[in-house]
C-alpha cells in the first residue's frame, strides 16, 4: 500500500520549461523531507519542511508544505539539464518518526 | 558527506547461495536502515537497527536477516538467494528519529541468476 502517492512518475521536458512535482497522502506526517538520487548513487537530502504552509526555496527550487500537513511540492523555475534525477519525497510519521517514501518522479531535462 | 561505505557494490550470485551485504558508517549514529530500492516501487524498507543487536523488520523482510554486532556495521544476509532479490540494496543512517534525515550509502547492485 502506497501511503504517499508521488506524481507525475516520469516526466521529460525543455530546458527552460518549469515543472512541479507533488506529494500526496490522507495522513499527517511530523515533517517531509525531499530527496534527489543520481545513478548510481544513493538519495541525497534536498530539503526538510516542517510547519504547516511553510515554503523553502533553493536556488530555482521552491518547495512546500500543506497546511494540513498531508501534501507537498516541489517547483522547479527555468529548469535545466543538471536538474535531471530521480527526486522522492519522504513523509515522516508522527507517531513513530518512520519514514515513508514516495515511488519517486524521474525527471529529465533536455538541452 | 556521511561517511557511509557499502561493500560490495556489485554482485551477481546464483540462486540459492547465501549472500552477505555489509554497510559500514563512521558517523556513529545510532539508526541504520537496510533499503531495496526497485523500478516503480521506489524505497522499500527491509530491516532497521537502532542500536547494537537492537533490529526490527521492515515491509519486505521475508528472505533477509540482519546483524549489528557493533555501532558502525549492518550486515543484511540473503540466506538463500532467489530470483526475486535482484536488486539494487541501499544502507542509510541517521543520527535521531524525530525530523532528522537519511544519509545513504551508494548502493549494492545484486543480480541473482
Known amino acids: 500500500t502506497q501511503l504517499l502517492e508521488q506524481s507525475p512518475q516520469f516526466l521529460s521536458i525543455q530546458e527552460g520549461e518549469n515543472l512541479t512535482v507533488y506529494c500526496n497522502s490522507s495522513s499527517v506526517f511530523s515533517s517531509l523531507q525531499w530527496y534527489r538520487q543520481e545513478p548510481g548513487e544513493g538519495p541525497v537530502l534536498l530539503v526538510t519542511v516542517v510547519t504547516g504552509g511553510e515554503v523553502k526555496k533553493l536556488k530555482r527550487l521552491t518547495f512546500q508544505f500543506g497546511d494540513a500537513r498531508k501534501d507537498s511540492s516541489l517547483h522547479i523555475t527555468a529548469a535545466q539539464p543538471g536538474d535531471t534525477g530521480l527526486y522522492l519525497c519522504?513523509?515522516?510519521?508522527?507517531?513513530?518518526?518512520?519514514?515513508?517514501w514516495g515511488a519517486g518522479t524521474k525527471l529529465i531535462i533536455k538541452p | 558527506d556521511a561517511g557511509i561505505t557499502q561493500s560490495p557494490r556489485h554482485k551477481v550470485t546464483e540462486t540459492g547461495t547465501p549472500v552477505t551485504l555489509r554497510c559500514h558508517q563512521t558517523?556513529?549514529?545510532?539508526?541504520m536502515y537496510w533499503y531495496r530500492q526497485d523500478p516503480g516501487h521506489g524505497l522499500r524498507l527491509i530491516h532497521y537497527?537502532?542500536?547494537?543487536?537492537?533490529?526490527d523488520k521492515g515491509e519486505v523482510s521475508d528472505g533477509y536477516s540482519v546483524s549489528r554486532s557493533k555501532t558502525e556495521d549492518f550486515l543484511l544476509t540473503l540466506e538463500s538467494a532467489t530470483s526475486s532479490q535482484t536488486s539494487v540494496y541501499f544502507c542509510?543512517?541517521?543520527?535521531?528519529?524525530?525530523?532528522?534525515?537519511?544519509?545513504f550509502g551508494n548502493g549494492t547492485r545484486l543480480t541473482v541468476t
Open positions: 542509510a543512517i541517521r543520527a535521531g528519529t524525530d525530523n532528522s534525515p537519511l544519509h
Open positions: 558517523e556513529n549514529h545510532r539508526y
Open positions: 519522504a513523509g515522516v510519521r508522527a507517531s513513530n518518526y518512520q519514514l515513508i
Open positions: 537497527s537502532y542500536g547494537v543487536k537492537d533490529t
